[in-house]
RNA sequence: GGGGGUGUAGCUCAGUUGGUUAGAGCGAUCGCCUGUCACGCGAUAGGUCGAGGGUUCGAGUCCCUUCACUCCCGCCA
């Protein structure tokens, strides 16, 4: 018998009565009553409720012990009175008739109180992690988190997939976010580099004919942080597969959603079968590429409108004949919306940057007209024409905005789910997957005018392999894609460029020479070269995907031990300086501080 | 690098137009209480109002600078 537990704090029932037990635990609570004294015992699985009066010799004691003091307690069990009976717990039945404990572990007085549905200060949350995830909520988001990780195992070790580890200390990359760099002791003045993700080395294990391969990778990128989006390190479901297809990575990647996500909650999947929509279309519908599909809104393009003879709004028809675009969203039935939600909506407008919405109801008496500010700029002619381009019915209102491509899709991205909050349209019971495809190969780099890769310079471009032409780099579209589920992109993938000739020549077009890239990816188009198997691969990311399920919408909710937006963490106190020998050891020296 | 929000007791917060000795709940300490499960009742201790400077007869409150935390933009192939 263990010396410290005979059953754990979630165990007892009314079957135990009678029996003599061994708990062991943290102090939940303490009811104290003079005489008698309630205390909840708190482990990982559950709580007890143990008792005690004053004809015991230790009540003086635990009357006075500090909560969270971890003690272990020698009692029997005792059905409780049914007026008594708490069936907020497991244990409710019954309760512990204490005779004896002791204190395994003293608690001094408590930085912030652990049995409390207050919410802290992050810094002190995470200066005390170790109390902090003692919490209900927080502890059992780190389960779920231990229960899904173990779940994915499992179904991919069903879907035929092997699992390897792959480098930690490993080179740096050209291309992509800052690496975080770690200095070699037995190679001066040479460095390491923390994987951004096993990206290269996933590709190595398919050209080693390894076939289909998986790791919950650790990816390490030393960029801002988001509430999405942890400082610093975080983890992939990292997966690739051989001689595949992009239907083929759907197929396994849509089988493990379904399966997790039905699996760990109640929520309904609003699609078994993930949409697929081109970039293209996305950008111009939800304004992202990564749109909320639980929001039902659509954007459409009406800029031919404001070319019309009979439409007089002379401000966007000023814009568009120097090149903007008008771009719309259709409420439906919004009619008899107060003025003021109007007029919300497009002073919230003003205030993300924009020159405002403007907005009119379509309205009929003997004539189809439009009511609202702008409403007497369009003709009779002109409304049915937009009806029939946005499917806008009577009754239905229409917003309306103005701009170069980039701030409209911004605006409009932006206005689609703020109009939706306002009207409570997006189903909170709901997950909404969906693919983005047909991503663009190349964009133009904003600031240097210059061609540049859009994502993956690994990618394969779509088409056959011999008639792309080069000479048009921005309408080359490549087999990469990315899973979107309720707004929150959770991965990029893609089919790879296995052909290094082709390799060189989209290079080319990005400004790489044919010795720039057998210098900065030696590695990989050396691999290449010896026969490469067509693969392809997708990873998404762990902790979005337990964000989704837990809930929450702060990714430091789901990680244990998260670092704080600056990159710092407050209980481990790193970064910390090092000493002059540690440096010297390393070759290295610091630049004396401003 | 830039923009917004927050910062008052150990924790969560209130503090009016600038005006007496800065308050509450929880926690802590002490006392009372034998059926609570957010137990109840009473008392006590606990404050560099994030820091520095300024305006003023007078600053938690107004102004400037700065620090910390956080959200967002940039960034994240």
Not at 474 to 494: F, H, K, P, R, T
Request: aromatic content about 10%.
């Amino acid at each position: 018998m263990s010396k410290y537990r005979t059953h754990n704090c979630n165990e007892l029932n009314e079957k135990n009565t009678g029996d003599n037990v061994v708990l062991s635990g943290w102090v939940n609570k303490k009811r104290d009553h003079g005489n008698l004294l309630f205390l909840d015992l708190r482990d990982n699985y559950g709580i007890t409720q143990c008792i005690i009066d004053k004809e015991n010799s230790h009540f003086v004691k635990l009357e006075r012990l500090q909560l969270e003091t971890v003690i272990r307690i020698d009692g029997k069990v005792v059905k409780r009175s049914n007026d008594s009976i708490n069936k907020e717990i497991n244990t409710g039945g019954i309760e512990v008739s204490i005779d004896s404990f002791e204190i395994l572990g003293v608690c001094r007085e408590l930085p912030l109180p652990v049995f409390s549905n207050q919410e802290y200060a992050e810094e002190i949350r995470l200066k005390y992690r170790f109390l902090d995830l003692r919490r209900k909520k927080i502890h059992e988001n780190i389960i779920l988190r231990s229960k899904v990780i173990s779940f994915i195992r499992n179904e991919m070790n069903k879907l035929g997939f092997l699992e390897f580890q792959t480098p930690i200390l490993t080179s740096s990359s050209p291309e992509g976010a800052r690496d975080f760099l770690v200095p070699s002791r037995l190679n001066p003045g040479k460095f390491y580099a923390l994987p951004q993700a096993p990206q290269q080395f996933k590709q190595l294990v398919m050209v080693s004919g390894f076939d289909k391969y998986f790791q919950i990778a650790p990816c390490f990128r030393d960029e801002d942080a988001r509430a999405d989006r942890s400082p610093g390190e975080f983890y992939q479901l990292d997966l690739e597969m051989s001689f595949v297809e992009q239907e083929d990575i759907f197929n396994v990647v849509e089988e493990l959603f379904v399966n997790t996500f039905k699996n760990f909650s109640n929520k309904r999947l609003l699609f078994n079968k993930f949409p697929r929509i081109t970039y293209k279309e996305t950008m111009l519908k939800y304004g992202s590429d990564k749109p909320d599909l639980r929001n039902p809104l659509l954007i459409n393009d009406i800029t031919d409108i404001f070319l019309r003879k009979d439409v007089s709004f002379e401000i966007f028809k000023k814009l568009v004949n120097s090149g903007s675009n008008v771009r719309c969203i259709v409420t439906k039935n919004t009619r008899d919306k107060p003025r003021s939600f109007f007029d919300n909506i497009d002073k919230w407008a003003k205030e993300q940057g924009a020159s405002g919405l403007a907005y009119f109801t379509i309205e009929k008496d003997n004539d189809i007209h439009a009511k609202g500010p702008v409403g007497k700029f369009f003709s009779k002619e002109s409304l049915n024409e937009i009806m029939s381009q946005t499917g806008a019915e009577i009754g239905d209102s229409v917003f309306l905005a103005c701009g170069k491509l980039n701030e409209l899709e911004k605006i409009t991205s932006l206005a689609r789910d703020k109009i939706a909050k306002d009207l409570n349209l997006v189903d909170e019971n709901v997950f909404a997957f969906c693919w983005i495809i047909d991503y663009p190969m190349f964009e133009i780099d904003e600031f240097s005018k210059k061609i540049k890769f859009s994502h993956n310079p690994f990618s394969m471009p779509q088409g056959d392999k011999n008639k792309i032409n080069f000479e048009k780099p921005l309408e080359i579209l490549a087999y990469q894609y990315d899973i979107v589920c309720n707004g929150i992109e959770l991965s990029s993938g893609a089919i790879r460029n296995h052909i290094p000739e082709l390799m060189y020549k989209l290079f080319n077009v990005a400004g790489y020479s044919k010795i720039d890239v057998e210098k900065k990816f030696s590695g990989m188009i050396n691999a290449l070269s010896y026969g490469a198997p067509p693969h392809g691969g997708i990873a998404p990311g762990i902790d979005r995907i337990i964000m989704l399920l837990a809930n929450e919408k702060n990714i430091r909710e789901v990680t244990m031990f998260p670092m704080n937006q600056n990159a710092q963490d407050l209980m481990m106190n790193a970064p910390s300086s090092v000493n002059e020998s540690q440096l010297k050891e390393l070759n290295l020296s610091l630049k004396t501080k401003k």
